[in-house]
């Protein structure tokens, strides 16, 4: 069995930080790392009783949610702002986004109620404050936002993404982004959406089928 199939051992937090280390997270101070190391745990923990993540061993979990969702913030600043995680299931990209760039607000669309009650629980255990992360047990197209407020929408394989930019121009501030996470195919198809002013996709890191692509809703 390899070392960290075994829920009763844990990444320290400097193989963390290797992992991270092509996605980005050499910015990440110890107090940070500690917080991923905390949420790897409970994840661990939690998804032994309900369905979290499919993967099991905690260097691709490290690198596959952790790390990709902290990839967005290379190429675009997201040091501050406010940030809707649609279909956050697990609290990806939102949770580690927050933890990597504290000043950031971050809002968690999810309507699983137990996956709710595990961002909060997370949420308490990293001593984040409500007035910096919002979890709302919602669907995004029930979720009635004011226009205008939020800098960054964000969904990983959350599919329906035509709706999801529909919904996303109202609430998007002018020159806010949508940030996907998907698969060439599905990004080649969304960059002929017209309205929207799209970014060349970004390969993401150790991934030869799935990009990082971004957009800005056209006035």
């Known amino acids: 069995m390899a070392r960290n199939e075994n829920v009763n051992e844990n990444l320290s937090r400097d193989e963390i930080a290797h992992i991270l280390l092509p996605y980005g997270g050499k910015t990440l101070n110890n107090s940070q790392l500690a917080s991923l190391a905390k949420y790897l745990e409970m994840l661990k923990k939690w998804n032994q009783t309900i369905p979290l993540t499919s993967i099991r061993d905690d260097t691709e979990v490290v690198a596959r949610h952790f790390g990709e969702s902290i990839f967005a913030g290379s190429p675009l600043p997201m040091n501050r702002g ?68 939020f800098d ?29 996470w998907l698969g060439t195919e599905d990004s080649n198809l969304l960059t002929r959406v017209t309205g929207w002013t799209w970014a060349i996709p970004i390969r993401i890191p150790e991934s030869r089928q799935r990009v990082l692509l971004m957009g800005t809703p056209k006035p």
């Open 82 to 149: 406010r940030l809707a995680d649609v279909g956050s299931g697990a609290g990806f990209p939102g949770l580690p986004l927050k933890i990597a760039f504290p000043e950031l607000q971050v809002t968690l669309l999810e309507p699983n109620i137990k996956k709710c009650a595990f961002l909060r629980e997370v949420q308490s255990a990293l001593g984040l404050p409500n007035t910096n992360v919002e979890v709302v047990r919602s669907r995004y197209e029930d979720f009635h936002a004011a226009p205008g407020s």
């Open 152 to 180: 960054f929408v964000c969904a990983r394989a959350l599919g329906g993404y035509k709706r999801l930019l529909l919904w996303s121009k109202v609430v998007l501030k002018p020159g806010g982004h949508v940030i996907l």
